[in-house]
């Protein structure tokens, strides 16, 4: 280990669906966040550890920011807000576009009020040719003064290696926060129940996965060892929206329950006998006391 040890605190923002949670899960090497072309995928900060010789990231994937349309949104948009001044750095991921949206322009007034450093990530450069991206940093350049503008693909990998020697550059020397094996600090439960809203986000129609939340009721090992039993309930808000998600005869539920028993199996390393289950409780988004009890309370964030 080198002498000079450096850690620290990075937050990922931008808005929904470009590429946050595929660009932590590629920099850590292993799949934490749950990644989706919903919006809405992430709903809570997510925190995952990267530790190299040279010292330990430990990166925030936030929720998309966007303005909220009910508590739900309020809790997500609080989620991803309070990270700006609390971190060491900040990594905001737009698309290769010259064009600058309302959403882009919310999060540049966002950040006119942090003092935390600001890199701008051109993510999905594997979609555009070159000089797209160079238009798109000539657009972006002049909206904010960032400490770094750096193009990257984050599903190919690409310029991503460059990307965590300039964080790293820009990070202060300090302890080792996380053991060196540590890659989370979401609890195993919550990564299960993420999955199965994964695999609901993908299969579901459009406007079913916004109000879906997922509970895991039970998650037991085998005296073995080999096999963990899973109970898990997927909350929805309709009666129709019920009848979707268990499909004809089931179809559409044993379909989610499979792919996310795959990717369990795969994360747990051993085999899992999931049960799935799906409950209507209408209005949860702007309830308070049901998006606690699903795991989303606010005051966790203070």
Request: glycine residues 6%; charged residues 30%; contains cysteine.
């Amino acid at each position: 280990m080198k002498d000079t040890f450096k850690s620290g605190f990075v937050t990922i923002i931008g808005r929904p669906n470009v590429g946050k949670s595929t660009l932590m899960n590629h920099l850590i090497g292993q799949k934490i966040a749950i990644t989706s072309k919903k919006a809405q995928t992430t709903r809570n900060r997510i925190q995952t550890v990267l530790t190299e010789e040279q010292g330990q990231i430990i990166f925030l994937d936030t929720p998309g920011i966007n303005r909220a349309k009910n508590k739900l949104g309020d809790y997500m948009l609080t989620a991803a807000e309070r990270t700006l001044n609390e971190v060491d750095l900040i990594l905001w991921l737009v698309e290769p576009t010259t064009y600058i949206g309302g959403g882009e322009q919310y999060i540049i007034e966002k950040l006119k009020n942090v003092k935390t450093p600001v890199f701008l990530v051109i993510n999905k450069t594997d979609t555009v040719g070159g000089e797209e991206v160079l238009k798109a940093i000539s657009t972006y350049k002049d909206q904010y003064d960032f400490a770094e503008i750096i193009p990257v693909s984050a599903l190919k990998g690409t310029n991503t290696p460059d990307l965590v020697e300039t964080i790293f550059k820009y990070l202060p020397e300090g302890p080792m926060f996380y053991d060196k094996d540590t890659v989370t600090d979401q609890p195993e439960r919550q990564i299960v129940a993420e999955l199965i809203r994964e695999k609901a986000l993908r299969l579901l129609d459009q406007e079913i996965p916004h109000g879906i939340a997922v509970v895991v009721e039970r998650m037991k090992t085998r005296k073995r060892g080999d096999i963990v039993d899973i109970d898990a309930v997927i909350v929805c808000e309709r009666d129709t929206h019920k009848a979707i998600i268990i499909g004809k005869q089931g179809s559409m539920i044993k379909e989610i329950g499979s792919k996310a028993r795959r990717e369990m199996e795969n994360l747990l390393d051993m085999k899992v006998n999931l049960k799935l289950w799906v409950k209507v409780r209408k209005d949860w988004r702007d309830s308070d006391l049901l998006l606690k009890n699903y795991g989303y309370n606010k005051k966790d964030l203070l």
